[in-house]
């Protein structure tokens, strides 16, 4: 068992991540270890609430599913699919290509997605490893 138990970002910021501190995910409500060093163990939605990864990646795909919103993701660094940030996979890259075209000559890439649910979205952002904003295409392309 954990000595420390949080369940906000609140009560995160509250404590040193180290020794036996958990947190309790508010999607399945598993108690599970926070990380030590860079991953935290969880993600954080906008209510300051904790969620593992397993449930952050499942949330994701549900608000991928209703394609209505603009969304961000992260390119794989072969750039060949997109994830959300603890690598949850969420669709595959097609006609992926970069240009100089961004401010002071930095890379844009530009391309098309199809999620795990089949629909397709057209996505740009500052290339592999980079965060990149996707928004949904009506039809196929
Ligand atoms: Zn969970």
């Known amino acids: 068992m954990f000595t420390t138990l949080i369940r906000t970002q609140a009560e995160s910021r509250n404590l040193v991540h180290r ?15 926070t990380g ?6 969880y993600g954080v939605d906008r209510a300051g609430r904790l969620h593992c990864y397993a449930c ?15 969304f961000h993701c992260y390119v794989a660094q072969d750039g060949r699919s997109v994830s ?6 969420l669709g595959e890259i097609r006609n992926y290509g970069e240009s100089r075209a961004g401010w002071n ?8 997605v199809r999620d795990v649910h089949g629909r397709w979205w057209t996505g740009w952002g500052a290339g592999r490893g980079m965060v990149c904003t996707l928004r949904p295409m009506k039809g196929a392309p």
């Open 36 to 41: 030590d060093g860079i991953g935290t163990g």
């Open 19 to 33: 020794g036996n501190v958990g947190f309790e995910c508010a999607s399945c409500w598993l108690h599970l270890p």
């Open 105 to 112: 000559g930095s890379t844009v890439a530009r391309f098309r």
């Open 84 to 89: 959300n940030w603890p690598g949850g996979r």
């Open 56 to 70: 952050c990646t499942k949330l994701d795909l549900e608000a991928m599913r209703k394609h209505e919103e603009p």
